[in-house]
């Protein structure tokens, strides 16, 4: 069964430093989606992508992050300079398409560790 | 915010028992989904139930939905220790857009 996957598994950086969190969606889905859970907390969504641009955006994602489907099959997260609370498990997941009710199918997770 | 918000925030039942989950949301959603997640791993799909739906099974799953009450429930019949897990309620305005999650309920079965 197709699946979303995720790179790398366990992410350990300097505060201040620049991250990238890469995500492969499944091959035929249209719609991506960055979300992050802090530990012991909710998963909260970050961005969603379509048709290579954002398509919403939560207060969270500010200028520190970005997205970019560098190609026809990854997808990624950048946090430009990051802040010791940035630490959380970051997960990725996509969709077919809009326009009728479609399930979000989440990568396992990297978990980032900002020190 | 149209969060969903689940109750009881822990659970802890026997081998057999059924498992009933709550969820609350605060505005109109087009539909509602429920994940689980083990601990310190991913979000796992369990089942996905529209606004225009009342209630749906999926093996020992039964999701219901009550748009009126802006309330959900999950029920896991007959549960098994491998059914230990965080399970979370999460709600969408529409097919493409931000899934917004409950805190999510703790539910532990023991042998």
């Known amino acids: 069964e197709p699946e979303v996957t995720q790179t790398p598994s366990h992410q350990v950086t300097q505060m201040g430093q620049e991250v990238i969190l890469r995500c492969v969606p499944i091959?035929?889905?249209?719609?991506f989606y960055w979300y992050r859970q802090i530990l012991g907390q909710k998963v909260e969504f970050l961005v969603s992508f379509y048709n290579n641009e954002i398509s919403e955006k939560s207060e969270i994602f500010d200028d520190q992050f970005s997205v970019e489907r560098p190609d026809g099959s990854n997808f990624t997260l950048k946090i430009r300079s990051t802040k010791l609370e940035d630490s959380a498990m970051y997960f990725c997941a996509s969709t077919e398409e809009s326009g009728r009710v479609n399930t979000q199918y989440f990568g396992p997770g990297t978990r980032l560790t900002v020190l | 915010s149209q969060q969903g918000e689940e109750d009881p925030q822990a659970l802890s039942i026997q081998e057999g028992e059924n498992a009933t989950m709550n969820c609350s949301y605060k505005?109109?959603?087009?539909?509602l989904q429920w994940y689980r997640q083990n601990s310190g791993r991913g979000l796992v799909h369990l089942i996905l139930?529209?606004?225009?739906?009342r209630e749906k099974h999926s093996g020992r799953l039964r999701v219901t939905l009550d748009t009126s009450k802006k309330s959900s429930s999950l029920l896991i019949t007959a549960s098994r220790a491998a059914d230990t897990a965080s399970y979370f309620c999460a709600t969408s305005l529409n097919s493409g857009y931000a899934l917004n999650f409950g805190k999510g309920t703790s539910l532990l079965v023991t042998p």
């Open positions: 505005t109109s959603i087009n539909n």
């Open positions: 091959s035929n889905h249209l719609y």
């Open positions: 139930i529209r606004s225009n739906e």
